[in-house]
């Protein structure tokens, strides 16, 4: 069974930056799509970042040149990299996988999530 664990979440003020990492329990990379997800309170899950294997990517609107996705295959690693974080980027983030083509599509498989916390 495939586990994910993230980690790297924590409380920063605004304009800072965290780097978010998360870990599969078995090497699944070679084959599929990886991707980060956020929930903030109230709110719907949504898709921050998606890449693939061979390193195409893909983000949403609200996190384009602040945030970078990239994975390590040979680790079974896949990393965010949040810069420029603002209070509307608080949410718990999710590491995922799944298949991406025109648009990321998750597999049911998530970690525990990691809290992201921006202060004002």
């Known amino acids: 069974q495939v586990q994910l664990v993230e980690s790297g979440g924590g409380f920063v003020q605004a304009g800072g930056s965290l780097r978010l990492s998360c870990t599969a329990s078995?090497?699944?990379?070679?084959?599929?799509?990886m991707g980060w997800y956020r929930q903030a309170p109230g709110k719907q899950r949504e898709l921050v970042a998606g890449?693939?294997?061979?390193?195409?990517?893909t983000y949403a609107d609200s996190v384009k040149g602040r945030f970078t996705i990239s994975r390590d295959n040979a680790k079974n690693m896949v990393y965010l990299q949040t810069s420029s974080l603002k209070p509307e980027d608080t949410a718990v983030y999710y590491c995922?996988?799944?298949?991406?083509?025109?648009?990321?599509?998750?597999?049911?498989?998530w970690g525990q999530g990691t809290q992201v916390t921006v202060s004002s």
């Open positions: 995922n996988i799944g298949v991406l083509r025109t648009t990321y599509l998750p597999f049911d498989y």
């Open positions: 078995r090497s699944i990379f070679g084959a599929n799509a």
């Open positions: 890449i693939t294997s061979d390193g195409r990517t």
